[in-house]
């Protein structure tokens, strides 16, 4: 084998909608894109090592995929690792099976078991596969599948040429069960290591919630911090937006009154990002001004995992009839 890890994956670039046949090398194929990890798995009777995109060893935490690993011939698959529960993919799971070890870890194996959905490989016995285009490089993964070689608890990833099945799969329905979009790929792209050369569409949809924060001015915030209540009748945050346009700021600052000192962020710390360690400066304000947004389907528990965009403010909607979070 001539591919060894770590091992930059190749990423892709945020684009809003599907591009057209011109955009990529060789025309276009489109790819599901499932909310989990992505993960690059070099697999062989004497190896079996579970790479996460920023190269951390994946295989302490899921030791399933590599027992099944240990038994395919030499390859280097790409994909996306993920927890299915309930007829849905469980991020939230896949966060906590991450960071489990030991007799934890095998014991998670057994009652959330983790999945490899792959859309690529790159290397076999025969060698390193980066070179050829993709087209070539799906028709063999296919066979892998096809041949029995590639089995549970490996999954192939759904792709298309049809620029019609793309769109459908941008539709909120296929949020709701964790395809968070579509990759688009050129048919002709060989396998650039660490390079933005795919791109990436996500499914978004509208939801409302109330303004409980902000950031920059009250009166022209920069941000949005937004919030629903639960059953316990606690306002709970739930998304932050992106940078307002200066008509958006205008348009909510007109609205907003500074919260008092019961409002129930006060002193409250936000992350400023998922995953970060740093935290938001951010100004409470009276929580009955309802907006709606537009967000991907990335939604653990009730809150947006990404920035949110803006769309207006619901003046015909009040609070108390958002839907209730929980979890």
């Known amino acids: 084998m001539a591919l060894t890890p770590p091992l930059q994956p190749m990423l892709a670039e945020a684009r809003p909608t599907l591009p057209r046949d011109s955009a990529l090398p060789g025309g276009l194929a489109f790819e599901q894109k499932p ?27 899921f030791p399933e995929i590599g027992a099944a690993a240990r038994v395919l011939p030499p390859l280097v698959l790409d994909g996306e690792l993920v927890v299915a529960a309930e007829g849905h993919l ?5 966060q906590r099976r991450s960071r489990y070890r030991g007799a934890t ?4 194996a057994r009652t959330a078991s983790a999945h490899l959905i792959v859309f690529d490989v790159l290397d076999t016995a025969d060698g390193p596969l980066l070179d050829q285009p993709y087209q070539a490089r799906r028709a063999l993964l296919e066979g892998l599948f096809a041949d029995g070689i590639l089995g549970p608890p490996f999954a192939l990833c759904p792709a298309t040429t049809d620029r019609t099945t793309a769109s459908d799969w941008l539709d909120p329905a296929w949020g709701a069960v964790g395809i968070e979009g579509v990759v688009v790929k050129g048919l002709a792209q060989t396998y650039q290591p660490g390079r933005r050369g795919w791109l990436k569409v996500r499914a978004r949809a509208s939801a409302e919630a109330v303004v409980g924060s902000v950031t920059g001015r009250v009166t022209a915030p920069s941000t949005l911090l937004l919030g629903r209540y639960d059953s316990d009748g606690r306002l709970r945050f739930v998304a932050r937006t992106a940078p307002l346009s200066r008509t958006a700021s205008r348009e909510v600052g007109a609205r907003l009154y500074w919260g008092d000192e019961m409002h129930p962020w ?19 304000v009276v929580p009955d001004v309802v907006v709606e947004f537009t967000g991907d389907t990335a939604v653990d528990a009730g809150r947006w995992r990404h920035p949110v965009r803006y769309l207006r403010v619901r003046d015909d909607v009040s609070p108390e009839q958002l839907p209730l979070v929980d979890g």
């Open 35 to 61: 909310d989990g990890y992505r993960a690059i798995l070099f697999a062989g009777r004497d190896r079996a090592v579970l790479q996460s995109r920023n190269g951390s060893d994946l295989g302490p935490a």
């Open 266 to 284: 006060q002193g409250r710390r936000f992350s400023a990002g998922w995953g970060s360690k740093e935290t938001i400066d951010h100004r409470p």
């Open 105 to 108: 870890a095998r014991n998670a």
């Open 90 to 94: 469980d991020f939230g799971e896949l």
